[in-house]
């Protein structure tokens, strides 16, 4: 089946670090990609959507400035927390579809702490 | 706007028996549904996918049934293990929009 990997699965830093998240589907060009934020013990909150070779859409009050989402080829996309706060820790989940009604495929989350 | 409720966000069995998760979405312009299963701390595990045109969807001991009409979906799981002890995750596709997850329902099946 489609498989979607995601590094580093668990990173701690110290505030002001910038952290890079990568997203990659493994065996399938991935033409669209989400990034999803998890707090304890709640849903899954949409960041954005990430087309391949576009800018990135954010949702409403997901600051663009602050998460950086790149998306330069079918397989890769990388989400970079700049400037990264203790607000900002927390789970985050990429997923991967080759689009129209494929499903979306889920990484296994990285878990961000920031000290 | 698509909203996705679950029913109940708790629950607690005792190992062996057969239960019931509900999902109600509030509009019924979807592609498919699909249920997930998520372990503390980790990513999401697909259980069920059941296209529009679909009634339901069987794996194992799990039957996922749709009805697209009344925005409601059930997954059953029979002869719950402690080994199914998760929060599982109902969500809808709208179409060429991403997923719209429940809040889920935290399960607990004591041995």
């Known amino acids: 089946g489609a498989v979607v990997s995601q590094h580093p699965s668990w990173v701690i830093c110290k505030s002001g670090t910038s952290v890079k998240i990568e997203c990659r589907s493994l065996?399938?060009?991935?033409?669209?990609m989400f990034w999803y934020r998890q707090f304890p013990k709640q849903s899954l909150m949409l960041m954005a959507t990430?087309?391949?070779?576009?800018?990135?859409?954010?949702e409403q009050g997901v600051e663009k400035d602050k998460f950086l989402i790149n998306h330069a080829s079918l397989t890769l996309s990388t989400l970079t927390v700049t400037s990264a706060h203790p607000e900002d820790s927390s789970f985050y989940i990429c997923s991967a579809t080759q689009g129209g009604n494929q499903p979306q495929h889920f990484g296994d989350g990285t878990r961000l702490s920031i000290l | 706007k698509q909203e996705v409720t679950q029913i109940p966000a708790a629950l607690s069995v005792p190992e062996g028996e057969n239960l019931v998760l509900n999902c109600s979405f509030t509009?019924?312009?979807?592609?498919?549904l699909q249920w997930f299963r998520q372990d503390p701390g980790k990513g999401l595990t697909s259980l069920l996918l059941?296209?529009?045109?679909?009634r339901e969807q069987t794996s194992g001991r799990l039957n996922a049934s749709l009805d697209k009409s009344s925005g409601r979906s059930t997954l059953y799981i029979a002869a719950s293990q402690p080994g199914d002890s998760a929060t599982y995750l109902c969500a809808v596709y709208p179409g060429n929009t991403p997923l719209v997850f429940g809040k889920g329902t935290r399960l607990s099946v004591i041995a």
């Open positions: 059941i296209q529009s045109s679909q």
């Open positions: 990430s087309n391949e070779g576009s800018k990135a859409t954010y």
């Open positions: 065996d399938f060009q991935a033409t669209t």
């Open positions: 509009d019924s312009a979807i592609y498919n």
